[in-house]
């Protein structure tokens, strides 16, 4: 629900007037003329075995037979037993710890598994006297101390299981480089001196015209032009892009990076200054080569199962809840303006989808085809008294909760646009396409901070970017936080 348009009258169901975005387009950032457009809709299927994820299952398989062990063994009780088990699983999963790696060390992993091990333990025993009063904090000590015991040999022995597969069975990652100067060649040489990190580099790709395949290279030149890694992923296997120092604009580097993404690859980048760049999460070292990893598509994390359960849970529940509200609503209309209620419209979603968005119709029907190449007008003549009210309140765009029961919206994301305009805003912008890897949503980042109504395109793209490049469950609920705050702030206007 684009919740946050209701005081600027924005992004509503029949616009008329003129298109006021064209204003404020942004035209010094649009294409260059010989600029290679993307479309949505380009993800693939992965086309290699995920041989760095090896080590992940044997983590988990670990994790979870010395639970099993631990709990057969100790006189702990079923139901603190499955707290400390899912409090664990899930801290650990939180914090990386069964994540794919490159550097297989135990000894890096030792305080992320002890911290995530004393909370895991501290919540049964707070819990006890409510759960199970007659268990002994002692047998949990026991089970606990137990699994420790097991599941700390078993993590060294999963490690040392990864690196010799990797070393003697050769169980790499096929990987392409991207920049062929010093820092890309040093790169290679390290992969082929040191297979543990379970990467094998197939080839560089660099724009450079001096850099040529008859140089010394310490892996063939596959091409000069980054437009083709998509083509050379699917032809040699490759499963991970590393995007090194390249002779190339920024701007094509970070469309590459996506598109890699989207095809499936693990896209890693050696930032700049690397000598210099801090370990931390989310950057894997190769000897002395941070990298950093790049996820621009959430929609392949676990917790993405989360989001789309609850926008389910949410809408559903809602839409019950709010029956009443529905019923009065579409009287209403009924009454002052009759037939139709309801106001559908075309509109874009992930990787290109097409679906039709539903409203509550809030002003006079317009001339076919108006709807869907002009823009929003926020004072529009033909808005009766029940269509102010209902966008007032955004209480036309309660019916969206069923575009999100069917799958085609989710509550947080961004908003969905007209085709007329995606393909518009496509030919003119930086990265518009970008904004399609998602779900689209009823509210989203860039309408939280302000951008709603006859606002920068451009800026726009950037903050549903930003939004996918560091989606998380927490992001998500601050989404809906500020988008409650304003609504109650224009409720009292």
């Excluded at 990386?96 to 297989?104: E, K, S, T, V």
């Excluded at 820092?183 to 040529?212: C, K, N, W």
């Excluded at 003119?428 to 302000?450: K, P, S």
Aim: aromatic share 8%; hydrophobic share 45%; with cysteine.
């Amino acid at each position: 629900m684009d919740w946050t348009t209701v005081a600027a009258g924005a992004d509503r169901q029949e616009p008329t007037g003129p298109p006021a975005v064209h204003g404020n387009t942004d035209t010094a950032s649009r294409h260059e003329p010989e600029r290679r457009q993307r479309r949505p809709g380009r993800q693939v299927e992965r086309p290699r075995i995920e041989s760095i994820s090896g080590v992940r299952a044997g983590l988990i398989a670990v994790e979870c037979g010395s639970l099993v062990v631990a709990y057969l063994l100790s006189h702990v009780s079923p139901t603190p037993f499955l707290i400390f088990a899912a409090v664990l699983i899930v801290g650990r999963s939180a914090v990386g710890f069964y994540r794919p790696r490159l550097h297989l060390s135990v000894i890096e992993s030792v305080p992320a598994a002890i911290g995530t091990l004393a909370g895991a333990t501290l919540v049964p025993i707070l819990l006890l006297p409510y759960i199970d009063p007659g268990a002994s904090p002692l047998d949990l000590a026991n089970m606990v101390a137990i699994h420790a015991m097991l599941s700390l040999p078993g993590a060294v022995i999963a490690f040392a299981a990864g690196r010799w597969v990797r070393r003697s069975v050769g169980r790499r990652e096929r990987t392409i480089i991207l920049g062929a100067g010093l820092v890309g060649q040093g790169l290679a040489r390290t992969m082929h001196e040191y297979p543990e990190f379970g990467l094998e580099p197939i080839g560089f790709i660099d724009p450079d015209p001096r850099i040529s395949d008859g140089d010394a290279l310490p892996a063939p030149l596959l091409s000069h032009d980054p437009g083709d890694l998509e083509e050379i992923a699917h032809r040699t296997g490759a499963g991970s892009v590393i995007i090194s120092f390249a002779v190339t604009k920024e701007t094509d580097l970070v469309d590459t990076a996506i598109a890699a993404d989207q095809l499936g690859c693990r896209v890693f980048v050696v930032p700049r200054l690397f000598e210099l760049h801090r370990d931390g999460r989310g950057v894997e070292r190769i000897r002395g080569y941070p990298l950093i990893h790049l996820n621009s598509d959430p929609t392949r994390s676990t917790s993405w199962w989360i989001k789309r359960a609850a926008d389910v849970a949410i809408a559903v529940a809602t839409l019950v809840l709010i029956l009443p509200v529905l019923i009065a609503c579409a009287a209403a209309i009924l009454i002052d303006s009759g037939r139709p209620i309801f106001f559908g419209q075309e509109r874009i979603g992930r990787n290109g989808s097409r679906f039709t968005i539903y409203k509550f119709r809030s002003m006079r029907q317009a001339p076919a085809g108006v709807t869907s190449t002009t823009w929003s007008a926020a004072d529009d003549p033909r808005v009766g008294r029940v269509g102010a009210i209902l966008r007032r309140t955004s209480l036309d765009e309660l019916p969206q909760l069923w575009n999100i029961v069917r799958g085609e919206m989710s509550i947080v994301g961004p908003r969905p646009e007209r085709p007329h305009f995606v393909e518009q805003f496509e030919g003119e912008h930086d990265r518009y396409w970008a904004r399609h890897r998602v779900t689209a949503g009823l509210t989203g980042w860039a309408q939280v901070n302000g951008l709603r109504g006859d606002t920068s395109i451009l800026e726009r793209a950037r903050f549903d970017n930003y939004y996918i490049a560091n989606w998380s469950l927490w992001l998500d609920a601050k989404i809906v936080l500020m988008t409650v705050r304003q609504l109650f702030r224009s409720g009292r206007h």
